[in-house]
């Protein structure tokens, strides 16, 4: 049973780019969430998903920034005209339901903006 | 807003000797967790403690957990240089998101 993958692990963007960041949960998990992770810091919240739905985006910034988890293919984190300040690790995390609170998480992808 | 907050941020120890990180939290909880990051890498879970719950064992981790203190400890024992990493607590906010702590950095020394 594959792990929670995120790809791509590594990527460089000027700033005003778009990044675009992948995750596909643990097979037969439908919740996701993504956290912010800045050097030395803990994670953030991002934004809570389950299949075709948005739950929670509340740790999600109004402009700029946006996901999504379609029914078919992996959850999309999109960052658009990217800034120096977007630069961090962002972890992709998955669950099998709400009563299970055990995440499991993606090995990140870590977005430098230059 | 950051609900965990581990001390110390930093702790070195020497390979077999014991090592204790602590964790307190502002709101009420239904689970505490634990995990652990190695550098530039992913968290993996360690160990989940229920509100109801005081003490958790998991092979060479103990966690503890005071609700009414609203702290927890996490002791790993017999250390192994493999320990080295970062370890986080994560509290259930709503929505079933976790929010974090900024983690104590523990180095195993050889």
């Known amino acids: 049973n594959a792990g929670v993958m995120q790809n791509p692990r590594h990527l460089v963007r000027r700033r005003g780019q778009e990044a675009r960041l992948r995750c596909s949960p643990m097979?037969?998990?439908?919740?996701v969430y993504w956290y912010r992770q800045l050097p030395e810091e803990g994670l953030k919240f991002m934004v809570y998903?389950?299949?075709?739905?948005?739950?929670?985006e509340s740790g999600m910034p109004k402009e700029r920034f946006s996901a999504e988890f379609p029914k078919e293919g992996p959850s999309i984190l999109r960052i658009q005209q990217v800034v120096r300040g977007d630069s961090a690790a962002y972890f992709c995390?998955?669950?099998?339901?709400?009563?299970?609170?055990?995440?499991?998480f993606g090995p990140g992808t870590r977005l430098t903006v230059t | 807003s950051q609900q965990g907050e581990e001390d110390p941020q930093a702790l070195s120890i020497q390979e077999g000797e014991n090592a204790t990180m602590n964790c307190s939290y502002k709101t009420s909880i239904n689970n505490l967790q634990w995990y652990r990051q190695n550098s530039g890498r992913g968290l993996v879970h360690l160990i989940l403690i229920r509100s109801n719950e005081r003490e958790k064992h998991s092979g060479r981790l103990r966690v503890t957990l005071d609700t009414s203190k609203k702290s927890s400890s996490l002791l790993i024992t017999a250390s192994r240089a493999a320990d080295t990493a970062s370890y986080f607590c994560?509290?259930?906010?709503?929505?079933?998101?976790?929010?974090w702590g900024a983690g104590t950095k523990l180095i195993i020394k050889p």
């Open positions: 097979k037969g998990h439908s919740h």
């Open positions: 994560a509290t259930d906010g709503s929505n079933y998101q976790l929010i």
């Open positions: 998903l389950q299949k075709e739905n948005i739950i929670d």
């Open positions: 995390a998955s669950s099998p339901s709400t009563s299970s609170p055990e995440q499991y």
